[in-house]
């Protein structure tokens, strides 16, 4: 008996859902090894990598990788500096702080984290940012409009996480 060619047996279905079945179990193991490799490198990071600077530093080099930070500097010409969030984050609360002349920058990278950064009302705040599933924002209401307040440059990066500006409180 011959059939048309619209009409389809389970025997032609098979081959389709065998497929179907392959490409899952490569989507599940191809999910566990991108989650091992991370794990990897964090806790390589984590190892290598250690926090620099403190509530006095002019210019810090923050890190936390599975760790928290809650940092309120009172540096008297902060430059900026850098912040890794890595599986973890924290809050830097830049509202002592006296910015240098020429302003300051501020690089801020997160990957499966993030934080939030207190900066005063004051101080002109210029963000940018590249993300991919998280970003960066800035919540203030009362931000300066004088062309002439310190300027806080933050240049933030960042991957499943993100980062706030805020102005406290």
Request: hydrophobic share 40%; proline share 4%.
């Amino acid at each position: 008996m011959r059939r048309s060619r619209h009409e389809r047996s389970e025997d032609d279905e098979q081959p389709v859902a065998k497929r179907r079945s392959r490409f899952a179990r490569l989507g599940r193991w191809f999910l566990i090894l991108n989650a091992l490799f991370s794990l990897a490198v964090a806790l390589y990071m984590k190892v290598t990598h250690r926090s620099v600077g403190d509530e006095e530093s002019d210019e810090v080099d923050l890190v936390t990788i599975f760790d928290g930070l809650d940092l309120a500097s009172r540096a008297t010409a902060f430059r900026g500096g850098s912040w890794i969030a890595m599986f973890g984050g924290g809050e830097l609360d830049l509202r002592g702080v006296t910015l240098d002349p020429s302003g300051a920058t501020l690089r801020v990278r997160a990957i499966m984290g993030g934080g939030d950064i207190q900066v005063p009302d004051d101080w002109n705040i210029e963000l940018t940012s590249k993300a991919i599933m998280g970003g960066a924002a800035t919540h203030r209401p009362r931000a300066s409009t004088d062309p002439y307040a310190p300027t806080l440059r933050i240049e933030a990066r960042s991957l499943m996480g993100g980062f706030g500006v805020t102005s406290g409180d």
